[in-house]
């Protein structure tokens, strides 16, 4: 399967814990993005990687919230000192931007990691 | 700003009925225009896109038209199916980054056998 994938899919955890999810994108992808879907909403965008640079971070991504992308390749998204509104699923998604595809942004998403702070 | 929003659910119909999910959007210069869809226990997929005014996205049986003048972009289907169940939620990418996707809260579509 050459889809994005998501590790864990499931993560529980302690209020006060710190947590990191991992994302592995699509792999000729150069972007990659990452939102989190509460219960019956829509996805919210949190932040996005042009290859290993961070161009853009919603004010929902608060000092508790870090995400990196290294090499250009897969992505982590870490979470301190976790609260119970972080309850959430987050999901990541990729896409190829080239001079070619201009604006036409199609993004490929992730299943998802659940979080769940007790 | 940017914002999307589309009619509440749920939305539960008797197969082989006709659908309209209504979304208007607000943005700021030329958004491109997207339906997602979630079925029950899968991640988030892209149904139908369109890029400009006009333009018509289809895909499964599934249709919406850009339109520029209502800024509107409703999903149709003329003869719906059970396996059609899913939420579904209108997205726009602003022109101007095409980077973000901003989502409406989606609609819960339930199908009748």
């Known amino acids: 399967d050459t889809g994005v994938s998501q590790n864990p899919r499931h993560k529980i955890t302690k209020r006060g814990q710190n947590v990191t999810f991992r994302c592995d994108p699509i792999?000729?992808?150069?972007?990659l993005y990452w939102y989190r879907q509460t219960l019956g909403q829509g996805p919210e965008f949190l932040t996005y990687?042009?290859?290993?640079?961070?161009?853009?971070k919603s004010r929902l991504l608060s000092d508790r919230f870090s995400a990196e992308r290294p090499k250009g390749s897969f992505s982590t998204l870490e979470i301190q000192r976790t609260e119970q509104g972080d309850s959430a699923m987050y999901l990541c998604?990729?896409?190829?931007?080239?001079?070619?595809?201009?604006?036409?942004?199609?993004?490929?998403f992730g299943p998802g990691t659940r979080l769940t702070v007790l | 700003g940017n914002s999307v929003t589309q009619m509440e659910g749920p939305v539960t119909l008797s197969e082989e009925a006709f659908l309209t999910i209504n979304c208007t959007y607000t943005?700021?210069?030329?958004?491109?225009l997207f339906w997602h869809v979630q079925y029950p226990g899968e991640g988030l997929q892209l149904l139908l896109k369109?890029?400009?005014?006009?333009d018509k996205g289809s895909n499964k049986g599934f249709e919406a038209t850009y339109r520029k003048e209502t800024t509107s972009f409703h999903l149709e289907k003329g003869s719906v199916q059970v396996s059609d169940s899913a939420v579904y939620f209108c997205?726009?990418?602003?022109?101007?980054?095409?980077?973000?996707?901003?989502f409406g809260s989606g609609t819960r579509l339930s199908i009748r056998p």
């Open positions: 792999s000729e992808h150069n972007r």
């Open positions: 990687f042009q290859n290993e640079a961070q161009l853009e």
């Open positions: 943005a700021t210069g030329y958004p491109s």
């Open positions: 369109a890029t400009k005014a006009d």
């Open positions: 998604a990729s896409s190829l931007v080239s001079v070619l595809a201009g604006a036409n942004n199609e993004q490929f």
């Open positions: 997205a726009l990418s602003p022109y101007s980054s095409a980077s973000k996707i901003i």
